[in-house]
Each structure stands twice: as structure tokens, then as C-alpha cells.
């Protein structure tokens, strides 16, 4: 019943920009904490950013000043702007939905219940 479906990946060169979405069904996506994580080549998973409920976001380090995390409540919507990116934000973009606090479980995979299937996002030099 639950479905998460992310969407707006594909192919860009360094320094350019892209926006995923990723679309929540059978499922209110302001309760709890949504985030996007990531999987590159011979990599771990791991968390990029998070949104709360209350609004407060999180983000990996890697990524501060360049993504943006935002959601649409009203569309069930969850979005992820990425300017100025780099051959190493190369990896499958996945969004995911926790009870727990982005903050507490951005680093800890486990704790997400709901994943969607992952968008492609591929940087070039």
C-alpha cells in the first residue's frame, strides 16, 4: 500500500543541477522524518538529508550549501535540489521515511521503514 517514487534523475555534467522527487502514496509523509540517501559504486548507503516534521533539516557535510531538502505536505511530495554537482554525487538517490528524528537516524539506515526504489543521478566530468 505504502509507495515511495522517486523521479527527476538522469545524466549532467559538473556544475550542474538537478531536482529529485519522490512521490509518497498511502502514506502522509508531514508526520515523520523524510530523507534521501544515497549509493555509489562500492559504497555504503548513506544519508544526505533530512526533514522533520517540525522543519528542521539535516544534511551530510559533503552536501551543505549545495542541496536543498524541502517537501510539499499538501502534495505528498518530498524534493531534493542539487546545484553544483560533482562526479562524486554520482550513486542511486533513494528517499526514505522514518518515525525517528532525521537527525538521530540520518546516519542509521535501519531505522527507515519505507524506501523508494531509487533514482540514478550520474555526474560527469
Known amino acids: 500500500q505504502v509507495q515511495l517514487v522517486e523521479s527527476g534523475g538522469g545524466s549532467v555534467q559538473a556544475g550542474g543541477s538537478l531536482r529529485l522527487s519522490c512521490a509518497a502514496s498511502g502514506y502522509s509523509i508531514g508526520n515523520d522524518c523524510m530523507a534521501w540517501f544515497r549509493q555509489g559504486p562500492g559504497k555504503e548507503r548513506e544519508g544526505v538529508a533530512g526533514?522533520?516534521?517540525?522543519?528542521?533539516?539535516n544534511y551530510a557535510d559533503s552536501v551543505k550549501g549545495r542541496f536543498t531538502i524541502s517537501k510539499d505536505n499538501a502534495k505528498n511530495t518530498l524534493y531534493l535540489q542539487m546545484n553544483s554537482l560533482k562526479p562524486e554525487d554520482t550513486a542511486m538517490y533513494y528517499c526514505?521515511?522514518?518515525?525517528?528524528?532525521?537527525?538521530?537516524?540520518?546516519?542509521?539506515?535501519?531505522?527507515?521503514?519505507?524506501w523508494g526504489q531509487g533514482t540514478q543521478v550520474t555526474v560527469s566530468s
Open positions: 526533514s522533520d516534521s517540525d522543519g528542521t533539516t
Open positions: 526514505a521515511a522514518t518515525a525517528w528524528s532525521c537527525a538521530y537516524a540520518l546516519i542509521r539506515p535501519s531505522l527507515f521503514r519505507y
